[in-house]
C-alpha cells in the first residue's frame, strides 16, 4: 500500500518541479512515519490478543483449581463439625457400664482423634506468581481475591498446625497412657482378611480394666482440657473455613463471567 502512495505522491510532485525534492523529502518522511505506526498498531493488537489468549487460559485453570478447592473445604468443614461436636460428647459423657458402651467411647474418641488437613490447590496461582504474570489478569476484583484466599489458606494452614501440636499434648500423648487403644478390634482377623472387624467378647476382669481405664480417661484434668480446646479451635476453623468456602464460591463467579466476556 505504500509503494501506491508514493507513487501518487510522486506523481503530485513533479507537477510543481520547484518544490518537487522538498516535497519528495517531506513526503517520504511521513510514509515511514505511517508505515511504522501501522506496524506498531498491528504489533500491539497481536500482543494483546496473545496476552488475553494467555489470560483465558490462566483462568480456567484457577476456576479449575477452585472448584477443587470447594470439594475440599467441604469434607474439611464436615470434619470439623464431627469433631468439635464429638468433643463435646466426650467432655459431658459419664463413665461406661458394659462392652457397648466403651465401644461407643471408644468410637466418639477416634472421631475426635481422626486427622484430616486442607490442601488447597495453589499450582497456577504459585505459577502465576512465581513467573511474574499476575498482571495479565486484568480483572482487579479477581486478582484482589485471589490473594486473599492465598492469604486466608496460610491462616488455614498455620491454625491446622497450631491444632496438631495441642493434639499430640493434650490428647494423643494422655489417651496413649492412660487406655488401651481400639481395645474391639479383632486384630487376628485384620491380619488375615486386612478388614477392621470388632468384637465385644471380653471376660469380667477384661471389662473391669477398661471400665477404669475409661474413669481414667475421662476425668483427667489434661485430656478434658484437651476436649475444651478441640471445641473451640474446631469450631473457630470451622468458621473462617466457612468464610473461605463464600471467598472461593465469588471468585469461580467472577471468573466465570470473565470468561464468557472473551
Known sequence: ???????????????????????????EILLVMVGILLALQVNNWNNERAHRKQEMKYLRSLKADLQVDLINLTAFIVDKEVKYTSAFKLLEMGDPQNAFELNRMDSIIWRVFGWRTYNPSTNTLDELIGSGNLSIIKNDSIKSM???????????????????????????DRSAALREMMPFVDF?????????????????EQLTALKKQAHAILHDI??????????????????????????????IELITQELKED
Open 188 to 204: 487376628e482377623q485384620f491380619i488375615d482378611a486386612d478388614t477392621v472387624s470388632f468384637s465385644q467378647k471380653k471376660n469380667d
Open 146 to 172: 485471589l490473594l486473599n484466599i492465598k492469604q486466608n489458606n496460610r491462616l488455614v494452614a498455620g491454625g491446622t498446625e497450631h491444632m496438631r501440636r495441642e493434639y499430640d499434648y493434650y490428647l494423643y
Open 222 to 251: 489434661t485430656f478434658r482440657n484437651g476436649l475444651k480446646l478441640a471445641i473451640l479451635n474446631n469450631r473457630g476453623m470451622r468458621k473462617r473455613c466457612d468464610g473461605l468456602y463464600t471467598n472461593v464460591e465469588h471468585l
Open 1 to 27: 500500500m505504500i509503494p501506491f502512495f508514493r507513487k501518487i505522491r510522486k506523481k503530485m510532485a513533479d507537477d510543481n518541479r520547484p518544490l518537487k525534492y522538498m516535497r519528495y523529502a517531506i513526503g
